[in-house]
């Protein structure tokens, strides 16, 4: 019971510290690099054994690979969607001046 509870702990205190202060994107991004390490760390030491048990390191080799090749795919989304958005912007103003005063840019 004593090992469950520092976790929980934790949990509220963490919950507690971002509701008074809101974290900036560093420190959310550290967090959840450290949480991707901590869920890397644990699946590897559930599944590795039973994988080396039943010698299939290739099924998971490639469930691992798929998950990165996603994490990139996402990545490489956003920053396409910032650069259009950055593209984008000089002209939204002017758009939207000639389409309420009804003139055409």
Known sequence: MTFAAVPAAAVVLGGVAA????????????????A?????AALATELLPDVVHRRLPWVTLGGFALGVIAMLLKALARRLEAREEQASAPWLFPSAVGIGTGHRP
């Open 19 to 34: 509701a008074v202060r809101t974290p900036g994107a560093r420190v959310q991004s550290a967090v959840q690099h450290i």
């Open 36 to 40: 991707a390490g901590v869920l890397f």
